[in-house]
C-alpha cells in the first residue's frame, strides 16, 4: 500500500509554532509531526509516500533529506505556486497514486488506529473510499445512512447542509483525517478547476458509487492542529 500525506497547509491554527516553521516539522516529544506520520506508515509496511509541500518548503525538502527519507520511497508533491487544499492537491498527485488503492492521511493527526485492519476493512468491502470516522464534537459532520454510506455533508455552526443520497436514518460522524482511497475515485474530481476540498469529490462520489465509513472509537486519537493540543499528545501519547 502506498499513502500520501497532506502537509502542505499553512498551520494558522497553530501560531507561533508555525511563524518560523511548516506545520510538518512542529514537534511533540521531540518528533516532528512528519516524523511521527511517516514512522508510523513505516510501522505498517508502507515504504512508498507522497508528501505535498507548500508553506516552508524548503524546509521541509531539506529535513528529509537530512533525514535520509527515513528509508522509504517518499515523492514531493510541489504545491509552492498554489496551495490546492486536499482535493487539489490529491489530483496533483495522481500519477503517483492511481495504481492501486492507498491511504491518504494528514499531517497533524496522532492516532493508534490499526491501518492494517482498516485497509483489511476497505478490501473486504470495496468502495470508491473508506473514511476513518469517529464520535467527537466538531463544527462539520459526514452524514452516513444505516449502511455506512456517506449521504451528506453538515456544518453546525452555518446550518449549511449537502445531500449526496437521501436516507431514512442518518448517524453524524466525524472525519479523522485518514482514508483509503481507490483510484476509481479520480473519476469524480473536478475538471474545471485545481483549489478544492477532498470533501467535494466524496460528496459528488456518494451520488453513483458507496463512500463508506470505518468507526473507530476505540482507538487513540488526536487532532494537533491547534497549540493546546501540542501538550495533549505529549501527555496522552508515547511516541
Known amino acids: 500500500m502506498k499513502a500520501m500525506v497532506f502537509a502542505a497547509g499553512l498551520g494558522t491554527r497553530l501560531r507561533p509554532y508555525t511563524n518560523d516553521r511548516p506545520k510538518a516539522l512542529v514537534e511533540v516529544q521531540g518528533k ?68 492501486a488503492p492507498f491511504l491518504i492521511h494528514n499531517v497533524d493527526i496522532i492516532s493508534d488506529l490499526d491501518l492494517n485492519e482498516f485497509y483489511s476493512h476497505h478490501e473486504r468491502d470495496p468502495s ?45 460522524w466525524a472525519y479523522s483525517g485518514m482514508a483509503i482511497i481507490d483510484p476509481a475515485l ?14 467535494e469529490v466524496w460528496l459528488e462520489a456518494a451520488k453513483h458509487g458507496f463512500i463508506r465509513n470505518f468507526p473507530h472509537d476505540e482507538s487513540s486519537w488526536l487532532d494537533v492542529g491547534k497549540p493546546e493540543a501540542l501538550e495533549r499528545a505529549t501527555k496522552e501519547f508515547k511516541l
Not at 510501522?43 to 518548503?57: D, L, R, T
Not at 459532520?141 to 452555518?158: A, P
Not at 474545471?192 to 477532498?198: E, G, L, N, P
Request: hydrophobic share 35%; aromatic share 10%.
Open 32 to 99: 516532528t509531526l512528519l516524523e511521527i506520520v511517516l514512522r508510523r506508515l513505516k510501522s505498517f509496511g508502507i515504504k512508498e509516500v507522497v508528501v505535498n509541500v507548500h508553506h516552508y518548503a524548503d524546509m521541509v525538502e531539506h529535513y528529509l533529506f537530512d533525514k535520509e527519507y527515513f528509508g522509504m520511497r517518499i515523492h514531493i508533491s510541489d504545491e509552492r505556486e498554489e496551495l490546492l487544499d486536499t482535493g487539489g492537491g490529491l489530483l496533483k498527485a495522481k500519477s503517483l497514486l492511481c495504481d
Open 186 to 199: 479520480f473519476a469524480y474530481f473536478p475538471s474545471d478547476k485545481s483549489v478544492f476540498s477532498i470533501i
Open 128 to 172: 470508491l473510499t473508506t473514511l476513518a470516522v469517529r464520535q467527537r464534537e466538531t463544527s462539520r459532520y459526514l452524514e452516513f445512512d444505516q449502511h455506512g454510506r456517506l449521504s451528506g455533508w453538515v456544518n453546525k455552526r452555518t446550518g449549511e447542509r449537502k445531500v449526496s443520497r437521501e436516507a431514512q436514518e442518518i448517524t453524524e
